[in-house]
């Protein structure tokens, strides 16, 4: 092959990288989305989750003296930044919070390195939920029932999804014939999701019902999957490894496993999905030439397809963590600032999602 010829082909497959990829990402104007600076948190911050009326809940991390601390806090636009009573020589993370205002996560004692799931409200503060007999636990999420879901060690030390509810306290949701399982959210009609290992060690996602126990929900065609939320009606999203890497999938059971498709990038997942269809979750570009590695965060719409977040943050920094979409559209993120401090974030789109009924 000549080397001009091989020069077109080149410049071609460059040419043809860039379009691609530009007509997935859509690129919204900014004027579509109101951005909310929650400020600075701390020496350093995290944002796990937004509820329906707009609560955000996350830790910071406080230097006084030593050792330097990080706290568990709820937001709203009334009260501000609100951090939680946490006893002396532990930390605590916010990792959820449901529409009644009532948080989930975990306490973190410093001097035993041994964690508890806890969940708290305004009324009667931080509530210790234990463990299934072993050393730690921790809350992922919680529902509007109260119910909280998470992973707790056994007395063999090994981790193993939990629910808990207020009457009947923690149960084991036993695992997929391995020896670890992880519960990662739960919706309002008690349904569970997370991952677990198989007898050969593999790791698959599943769904958990009362009803049914838990199922394996399968694969992309790769060896591993793990789920990482659910919606109300049943929708389910995560990730499954696939030749050429990681790929974001969405599951129902009337349709089985399906990549999600229209994401930008070699590997992706998908981390939240609301009760309209919407996903948000990370992905990362190919190297291609003269272009790096890059790696960034997607809003994935019903009836607009995949957003490049990046492109709507107004600030050159990105976004360094996307954590959380509510039903209302509206998504929770940390920025960098100039200087380098993490700013929390809520994204609020002013244009109404289409959705997959409509």
Not at 44 to 61: E, F, L
Not at 214 to 232: C, D, E, H, R
Not at 322 to 347: D, L, T
Request: charged letters at 20%; one cysteine or more.
């Amino acid at each position: 092959m000549k080397p001009k010829t091989i020069k077109r082909l080149i410049a071609a497959v460059a040419i043809a990288a860039v379009l691609t990829t530009a007509l997935i990402l859509r690129r919204p104007s900014m004027a579509e989305y109101e951005i909310i600076d929650l400020g600075f948190c701390g020496r350093t911050g995290h944002v796990s989750a937004i509820n329906n009326a707009g609560q955000v809940v996350g830790w910071c991390r406080y230097y006084s003296g030593s050792p330097e601390r990080d706290i568990a806090f709820v937001w709203d636009a009334v009260n501000g930044r609100i951090d939680l009573q946490t006893p002396e020589g532990k930390e605590s993370f916010g990792n959820d919070i449901n529409d009644k205002g009532q948080v989930v996560g975990g306490l973190f004692e410093t001097a035993t390195r041994q964690r508890r799931a806890f969940i708290w409200d305004e009324e009667t503060g931080m509530t210790e939920l234990g463990t299934l007999g072993g050393n730690s636990s921790e809350a992922e999420a919680v529902n509007n029932k109260a119910q909280v879901i998470g992973w707790a060690e056994t007395p063999s030390g090994r981790k193993h999804a939990f629910l808990w509810d207020k009457t009947g306290g923690m149960q084991d949701l036993g695992t997929l014939g391995g020896n670890i399982s992880v519960a990662m959210d739960i919706n309002d009609k008690g349904k569970v999701v997370g991952l677990s290992s198989l007898a050969n060690g593999q790791t698959r996602a599943f769904v958990w019902e009362q009803s049914a126990g838990m199922t394996n929900i399968g694969t992309l065609g790769g060896p591993t999957s793990y789920a990482n939320a659910i919606n109300n009606s049943g929708q389910v999203i995560g990730a499954s490894a696939k030749k050429g890497g990681e790929r974001a999938f969405i599951w129902e059971k009337s349709k089985g496993i399906t990549e999600l498709n229209l994401l930008p990038g070699r590997q992706h997942y998908a981390r939240e999905i609301n009760d309209q269809g919407q996903i948000i979750g990370g992905f990362e570009t190919r190297k291609l030439l003269f272009w790096k590695l890059h790696a960034g965060w997607y809003l994935w719409d019903p009836g607009r397809g995949a957003i490049d977040l990046d492109n709507i943050a107004q600030s050159k920094t990105g976004l360094h963590w996307v954590g959380n979409i509510n039903n209302k559209g509206q998504i929770v993120a940390i920025q960098p600032s100039k200087s380098g401090q993490n700013h929390i974030i809520i994204m609020t789109s002013k244009t109404k999602s289409k959705t997959k009924d409509e």
